[in-house]
């Protein structure tokens, strides 16, 4: 989660209540608000940012229009933390959706969970005019995040996230899960009186809910008596503890239940960062993180198998050690990672196909029963019935034991023949353990075994440069890979640059072979400007944008994706180009123009007569 804080927030926050929890609080969930604590104190700041978000809405293209004529990654906007989804009555499309933050004059002025939408599988992108407000009119948006989408069995795509506004008169500061679907493949989202999921008042004087944090969200696409049930998992802190609670929402309402069902242990001195699935049965599966004595960590699964309504008591995955947290290793570090945003990153996936009765659970740490002295690793614990009992974790980065390089933030996803794709950010060629790439692997026995792990980015991205400007942005908490019937597609945040300048890169990975078919990156910083006139008669023009100067490929192909006009030309030191396509003897209907370059590609549909 990303909030920005204002002075009117310290302000609203300084009473003796608040005070008390930074007092008496642990010392986890002390970094947790620091880590929330972004503050602008310049009232102007906040409404330029405000005014750029909406411009930017506003400019947003036609759906099929094909790459945003609008810079994303200029330092004005840069993105991380992404998730994603595909649609499963149409594998050409996906929707995704990082953290926007706004920098203005050095500072963050605003934040917001821009959705990006695509029907021809990344080869071009639209963002949707959507934007994630407070539903309370006039309340003050001081921050938020953490966007979550999932496609129900029928395409309709379901879209969450989390609100942190001041009220208009002042008086309380909310946290707020919001809730909104789309029919039409992530381009237009509808809102109703049923948006807010559900809430909590950060007020000092309200003891009730303190706050609400990191929902995910899941929804039954078995063939189940709970087909279309929509489930979210999310982290509450109260008076009385922190807890892991559910809402349901049954496929025959229109909003979701207002009773929450608590899924985590009780008694917890912490508890976070949820996760959850549904398997081909219909059995809904939760787990979290925490700990009783702040020293000693653990993951816990619980099952329901009654739609969401009850579940079984939470079981032990696994003990966990991570940096920060564990007593073994409190004092541990990734480095480049800032301590407010360590993360062990847990996230739970159900087997299907030959593999539904399994259960597989990912994080990132440092060892088990005790430190195994490799740096930070990428764990998975499997189960064989249905989360019941778990075996001894394994390792699934394949760099050598022994060397101290890091492997962090993992993502899981399995498609409907049971197999399993991993991915996470990965420093086994950088001897000073700094240089990260994104890593893919796969296993298409359950997880027994996997694959020789495999380099997905093209060129490594510095991590202690990626995190030390733009107010320490970082490259955020989580990542998101996708998985259908022929191929990988990974999101990840990319700091290639080294400047803290953050782009959202995507990849078609095939399945069968794990090449690397295309690998680009989300927003407009490699873009095909404009081409005109259009339709086009006698030749067309074409103004691209790169992010240097470098020598890069365009082609022409039919929606066969034949090659009819191919040229090589080379970007400017601005990284600006214009090239003329002659169009004679082409036949008349569309077409698509691709710009390959050395750091990815984009491309544009166009018309010509």
Known sequence: MRIALYCVVMLLLSGPAFGQLQETGSEAYRQMLNKHQRISMDADIRAKASEMLRARAERSLPRGTGWLDYPVSDGLFIESEIHAAVNPTDPDNYIVSPIRSVIVQGQTGGLSCPIYSTTDRGASWSESAFL??????????????????????????????????????????????????????????????????????????????????????????????????????????????????LLRKDADKDAFEKIEITVSPDSAAFMQFASIDVDDMGGVHVTCFGSFDEKDYFIWHARSTDGGKNFSPPAVVSPVIVPKYSRVDQFGEIRGITQDRLYPCPHVATGRGPHASEVYVTWTGKGVHEVQGNGTDIYLARSTDYGATWAEPVIVNDDPAGLERDQFYSSIAVNAAGTIAMTWYDRREDEKNESARYYVAVSRDGGVRFTPNEAVASVPMNMLMTTNAYLDFGIGEYTQVLITDDEVIPFWTDGRKNNGDLIVYSANIDLQTLDVRRHAPLNADIAIVDAWPQPAREGLQLRCR?????????????????????????????????HHFETDGLAAGSYRVVLHTPDGSASRMLRLL
């Open 132 to 245: 994630t407000e407070p539903t309370e009119q006039d309340g003050i948006l001081v921050g938020g995040g953490d966007p979550v989408l999932a496609f129900d069995a029928d395409g309709t795509a379901h879209f969450t996230w989390l609100n942190f506004y001041i009220t208009a008169d002042f008086n309380a500061l909310i946290s707020e899960l919001c809730w909104v679907t789309s029919t039409d493949g992530g381009w237009t989202w509808t809102q109703t009186e049923h948006t807010r999921i559900t809430s909590a008042n950060m007020h000092p004087q309200d003891q009730t809910g303190r706050f609400v944090d990191k929902q995910w969200l899941a929804v039954d696409r078995s063939n189940s008596p709970y087909r279309g049930n929509i489930y979210v998992a999310f982290f509450r802190s109260a008076a009385h503890g922190p807890f892991i609670n």
């Open 546 to 578: 790169v992010p240097r100067a470098m020598d890069v490929r365009l082609q022409l192909t039919d929606l066969l994706g034949r090659v009819v006009r191919e040229a090589e030309a080379h970007a400017d030191d601005a990284g600006t180009l214009l």
